[in-house]
């Protein structure tokens, strides 16, 4: 009989853990998820959402856990999804970001090598758009790809390059299978409510209730290529399936900017115009932004087989109709949401 396979998620109590923990769950995978803090809020929503969960109580920067969370679980696959996510957050805590983010990675894969398991053990590290930064077009048009220059615009962007390339010299130096995945804009109803798309949707949807009347906003005229994280990390499971650890791109090939978003969100409700529903604060622009993200998805189409299903208007829809089912008392939070 075929051995159970068993898979460790770091950051599983943010989105993309969520939706990893569904989709490995479902294909028979022992789950262990690394939860950090003495008394960390989201722990109790993640023993009621997945029960089946192995939770590790570990943090990235530090390293003893880490050991301890490695011979604990005794992984196939290791998903390093745990950061400091938020752009706007690591200007304003960059030294943290750094050291979560850049040095938490460091950490990780030394404990996959300390403890012996680097030819059992396949990881998955979490690469970004974020590390191109929307200036070196180097491919006009036809978005960034593997091979596009980087140039971060943030202390996340930089910390996760350092990620990207530790994970990069420890599959060339120890012969490690670490696959890199250079993630676009993903979202849906798990996304947490301080990014732009769920702040969008959630006050849509509590406008269209009665319970609020406007939202506050910074720069609109970014472009963002956004997906839907549902099919983001079914591309993440198969980088590890692949008979080699490589670099890969997701993205859907489109980018809008946050009005074209707006557009579409209000419209859901019935509201042509948004421009009296939405007000502008400097609180929310950042001292450097990203002005366009593009991506080209190609090789992880033509290498993995990897497609993405939902299109940009039905993810805005699938995610104004969650908040709707939310605020008026439908529908329970989920973990990342909290
Ligand atoms: P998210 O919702 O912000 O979740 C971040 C997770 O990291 C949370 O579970 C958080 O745990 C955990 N974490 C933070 N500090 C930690 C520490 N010191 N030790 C261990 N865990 C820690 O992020 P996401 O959207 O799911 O993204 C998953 C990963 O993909 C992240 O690395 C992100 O940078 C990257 N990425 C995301 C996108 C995107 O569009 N979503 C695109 C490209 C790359 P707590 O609950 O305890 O805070
Ligand atoms: O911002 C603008 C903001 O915070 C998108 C992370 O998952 O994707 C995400 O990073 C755009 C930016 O995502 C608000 O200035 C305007 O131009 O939703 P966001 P992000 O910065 O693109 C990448 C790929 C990651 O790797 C990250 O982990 O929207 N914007 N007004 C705003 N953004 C926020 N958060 N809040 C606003 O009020």
């Known amino acids: 009989m075929n051995e159970t396979r068993r898979a460790l998620i770091t950051g599983i109590t943010g989105q993309d853990g969520g939706h990893l923990t569904e989709l490995l769950h479902e294909k028979g995978y022992e789950v262990f998820g690394l939860i950090r803090g003495q008394r960390n809020a989201r722990k109790e929503a993640l023993e009621a959402e997945f029960p089946y969960v192995n939770i590790i109580e570990a ?3 530090d390293q003893t856990s880490l050991i301890q969370a490695m011979l604990t ?3 196939h696959e290791v998903y390093n999804l745990g950061a400091i996510s938020h752009v706007g957050y690591s200007f304003r805590n960059p030294q943290l970001t750094a050291d979560i983010t850049a040095k938490g990675v ?6 996959v090598r300390v403890t012996g398991m680097a030819d059992t053990a396949r990881v998955y590290q979490a690469s970004t758009s974020e590390m191109f930064g929307g ?3 180097n491919r006009p048009g036809a978005g960034y790809n593997e091979e596009s220059l980087f140039h971060p615009r943030s202390p996340y962007g930089v910390a996760k390059l350092y990620a990207h390339w530790i994970a990069r010299n420890y599959r060339e130096s120890y012969g490690m299978f670490v696959a890199t995945g250079i993630l676009f804009n993903h979202e849906g109803e798990r996304r947490g409510l301080e990014f732009v798309t769920r702040k969008i949707t959630n006050a849509v949807a509590a406008i269209h209730l009665g319970q609020q009347d406007h939202v506050t906003l910074g720069d609109l005229w970014p472009k963002r290529d ?3 994280a549902g099919d983001y990390v079914r591309g993440m499971w198969q980088m590890l399936q692949h008979d080699q650890p490589d ?3 997701l993205a859907t090939g489109e980018t809008h900017s946050i009005e074209e978003f707006l557009t579409l969100a209000f419209g859901q409700v019935g509201i042509d115009d948004w421009r009296p529903y939405v007000k502008q604060d400097p609180e929310f622009m950042r001292p450097a932004e990203v002005d366009i993200l593009l ?3 190609s090789k992880a189409e033509r290498v993995l087989g990897w497609r993405r299903e939902v299109d940009f208007p039905g993810l805005v829809k699938r995610m104004v109709d969650h908040d709707i089912a939310l605020l008026s008392g439908r529908a329970q939070p989920r973990v ?3």
Do not use: C, I, K, M
């Open 106 to 111: 460091l950490n990780l894969l030394e404990a």
């Open 336 to 338: 990342a949401e909290r």
């Open 135 to 137: 200036l070196d077009y």
């Open 247 to 249: 670099d890969f791109v």
């Open 226 to 228: 956004w997906g839907y």
């Open 73 to 75: 679980s005794q992984p």
């Open 59 to 61: 943090d990235l920067t």
């Open 295 to 297: 991506g080209d998805p």
